[in-house]
């Protein structure tokens, strides 16, 4: 089973995945992809942390993602993957920002490769982020391009997508 869940900022996506973790009934292992890169982050990063049970386990791995998920899956385990969008900020631009187009499309393969293979449950949560206005700069109209085009190549391999907003889920797909 795979799930893609889908919202904007503060839509209530993550709490909706860290719900249907629990309701899986299956140990959980929780892949967080962030990096604190400043205070902010910091405080977003520690909300995430205390609201999720204590007997979860944490993987944090902001690029190699698919290798975290090989590691881990299987019938025994619910990975929950929180998230998604920063994932691709991490693989597709260096820390300096610059474009890192062969190691996003390596990752990003690898991602949906392994997804692919099933026999496990899996629950991504990302940012839909391409709701609104043509960005400004080539950057971020890049990222939304690339957020874009990953969600659909991940809903096609999906079992469930679901559109979180006001905390409300819409299930898009459901097979």
Not at 81 to 89: H, K, P
Not at 132 to 159: C, K, N, P, Y
């Given at each position: ?5 889908l ?41 995430h ?5 204590q ?6 791995e ?28 991490n ?5 300096q ?16 490769a392994?997804l ?16 609104g ?43």
């Amino acid at each position: 089973m795979i799930e893609l869940v889908l919202g904007g900022a503060r839509s209530g996506k993550s709490r909706y995945a860290e719900q249907q973790a629990l309701a899986s009934g299956l140990p959980v292992v929780y892949i967080a992809t962030a990096e604190a890169g400043d205070d902010e982050m910091h405080s977003r990063i520690q909300h995430h942390q205390q609201r999720r049970p204590q007997h979860w386990i944490t993987v944090e791995e902001p690029i190699a993602l698919a290798d975290v998920i090989s590691k881990y899956a299987g019938k025994q385990h619910c990975l929950l993957v929180d998230c998604l969008t920063l994932w691709l900020c991490n693989v597709l631009f260096d820390k300096q920002g610059n474009l890192q187009e062969q190691r996003y499309r390596q990752q990003a393969d690898a991602l949906c490769a392994v997804l692919a293979t099933g026999g496990q449950h899996v629950i991504m949560v990302s940012n839909e982020v391409g709701l609104g206005v043509v960005a400004a700069d080539a950057m971020t109209r890049r990222f939304v391009d690339e957020a874009g085009f990953l969600h659909q190549r991940l809903a096609q391999i999906s079992d469930k997508v679901v559109l979180v907003s006001a905390g409300l889920p819409q299930i898009l797909k459901n097979v």
